[in-house]
């Protein structure tokens, strides 16, 4: 990226840019379709039906039915949606009464840690607690909705086979199970083309979200689910209907992306690189203390940064200096997490080996700075007492 007087800066954090900021093909595909034709989504169109059938060979069979928005995420514009966005409405009115919250399955820093004996069923379990505190308060259950990998969370990388534990509890209830992929879909996770594909071949959500990343920076989401649950929405008498969900431009940057990912492998690419990157950071980690964890999988990746290693206390402070220092040497990189302390990688997929060595160096250089500029602190602390 370049600001205003032609300064390039690295990117490590915009994960809506998929491809890369004014892919060409992107571009092409957008100028060419703006040529032709743009209308809404009341005239039939055949991009429409080519980009549903493209994802769909993406999905497992099942999840079959799309519902196109216009859109990059589904959280902040409708107060029913803030009401289940945790890290919104603790700073607003507070969490309603049908709103549960489930813990993050976080085994560095959560409940349940890496010593625990089986974190999956005891965070599955967490669920299953809340559904029957639910159940004796004469409320049923809608649905279950995650990140497919918590991102605001903290990076978080839920253990496998957790998710299907949840689903068995949520569907038993007669709720479903919503899987959000805006942050992570599209081939991030390197592995998988879909991130809850890490739980496992046998969990299929029945409901997947996805945005951002899909039109790269084009405003275009979707909602992906099963036919049962599409005619069970139709039989409630209530038309969806969007203007601009679907039309032929997005349709076309949709399709383009799909493209662009398949032609320049940029999911076996982000493996590659994220492989490597997080060995780079792991070797960080044992030469500085205040890294805590290195967590992630493709070009998703979280460093947790911490105070010290017994009670793994969030090093918000420093972790904030560190993104202000990053910033001076040109490189964008930003926290997330509860003590806002995690380090987030979800950088353009195009994103690569001379990158991540460069962003991993200039990291090696600041945490050495900041670790002498402590210990001159401590040694002036020590003399003047």
């Given at each position: 990226?370049?600001?205003?007087?032609?300064?390039?800066?690295?990117?490590?954090?915009?994960?809506?840019?998929?491809?890369?900021?004014?892919?060409?093909?992107?571009?092409?595909?957008?100028?060419?379709?703006?040529?032709?034709?743009?209308?809404?989504?009341?005239?039939?169109?055949?991009?429409?039906?080519?980009?549903?059938?493209?994802?769909?060979?993406?999905?497992?069979?099942?999840?079959?039915?799309?519902?196109?928005?216009?859109?990059?995420?589904?959280?902040?514009?409708?107060?029913?949606?803030?009401?289940?966005?945790?890290?919104?409405?603790?700073?607003?009115?507070?969490?309603?009464?049908?709103?549960?919250?489930?813990?993050?399955?976080?085994?560095?820093?959560?409940?349940?840690?890496?010593?625990?004996?089986?974190?999956?069923?005891?965070?599955?379990?967490?669920?299953?607690?809340?559904?029957?505190?639910?159940?004796?308060?004469g409320r049923k259950i809608a649905a279950f909705i995650v990140e497919s990998l918590p991102s605001v969370g903290g990076q978080i990388i839920p253990?496998?086979?957790?998710?299907?534990?949840?689903?068995?509890?949520?569907?038993?209830?007669?709720?479903?199970?919503?899987?959000?992929?805006?942050?992570?879909?599209?081939?991030?996770?390197?592995?998988?083309?879909?991130?809850?594909?890490?739980?496992?071949?046998?969990?299929?959500?029945?409901?997947?979200?996805?945005?951002?990343?899909?039109?790269?920076?084009?405003?275009?989401?979707?909602?992906?689910?099963?036919?049962?649950?599409?005619?069970?929405?139709?039989?409630?008498?209530?038309?969806?209907?969007?203007?601009?969900?679907?039309?032929?431009?997005?349709?076309?940057?949709?399709?383009?992306?799909?493209?662009?990912?398949?032609?320049?492998?940029?999911?076996?690419?982000?493996?590659?690189?994220?492989?490597?990157?997080?060995?780079?950071?792991?070797?960080?980690?044992?030469?500085?203390?205040?890294?805590?964890?290195?967590?992630?999988?493709?070009?998703?990746?979280?460093?947790?940064?911490?105070?010290?290693?017994?009670?793994?206390?969030?090093?918000?402070?420093?972790?904030?200096?560190?993104?202000?220092?990053?910033?001076?040497?040109?490189?964008?990189?930003?926290?997330?997490?509860?003590?806002?302390?995690?380090?987030?990688f979800k950088p353009p997929m195009c994103f690569n080996m001379e990158d991540a060595k460069f962003v991993v160096d200039t990291i090696d250089k600041?945490?050495?700075?900041?670790?002498?500029?402590?210990?001159?602190?401590?040694?002036?602390?020590?003399?003047?007492?």
């Amino acid at each position: 990226m370049y600001d205003e007087n032609g300064r390039r800066y690295l990117d490590c954090i915009n994960n809506v840019a998929h491809v890369g900021h004014c892919h060409p093909d992107i571009v092409k595909a957008a100028h060419e379709q703006n040529q032709l034709l743009n209308t809404n989504s009341r005239y039939l169109h055949d991009n429409l039906v080519d980009y549903a059938e493209r994802l769909s060979k993406t999905l497992p069979e099942k999840l079959c039915v799309f519902y196109f928005l216009n859109s990059g995420a589904y959280h902040g514009h409708l107060t029913s949606l803030i009401d289940i966005s945790p890290y919104k409405f603790r700073n607003l009115e507070g969490q309603k009464e049908w709103v549960h919250v489930a813990p993050v399955p976080d085994t560095y820093r959560g409940l349940y840690r890496e010593d625990h004996e089986d974190s999956v069923t005891a965070y599955a379990n967490e669920v299953k607690n809340i559904i029957e505190e639910a159940h004796k308060r004469g409320r049923k259950i809608a649905a279950f909705i995650v990140e497919s990998l918590p991102s605001v969370g903290g990076q978080i990388i839920p253990p496998a086979g957790y998710f299907q534990k949840v689903a068995e509890h949520v569907h038993e209830a007669g709720g479903i199970f919503i899987a959000d992929e805006i942050q992570v879909g599209f081939g991030r996770v390197g592995k998988h083309f879909w991130a809850f594909q890490l739980q496992g071949e046998d969990f299929i959500p029945d409901i997947v979200t996805m945005g951002k990343p899909i039109g790269n920076g084009h405003p275009i989401a979707c909602v992906a689910t099963t036919k049962e649950i599409a005619e069970a929405f139709a039989a409630t008498g209530v038309e969806y209907f969007n203007t601009f969900g679907g039309n032929p431009v997005s349709c076309a940057i949709g399709l383009a992306v799909l493209d662009v990912i398949e032609k320049e492998h940029l999911q076996a690419h982000a493996t590659e690189v994220g492989n490597f990157l997080m060995k780079l950071l792991n070797k960080q980690k044992i030469k500085h203390p205040i890294i805590g964890d290195v967590r992630g999988s493709g070009l998703f990746i979280g460093v947790d940064l911490i105070k010290d290693q017994a009670e793994r206390t969030p090093a918000t402070a420093e972790a904030e200096h560190l993104v202000a220092r990053l910033k001076e040497e040109y490189i964008l990189l930003s926290t997330d997490g509860p003590g806002r302390n995690v380090l987030k990688f979800k950088p353009p997929m195009c994103f690569n080996m001379e990158d991540a060595k460069f962003v991993v160096d200039t990291i090696d250089k600041l945490l050495t700075a900041m670790e002498k500029e402590c210990l001159n602190q401590e040694k002036t602390s020590i003399c003047s007492t």
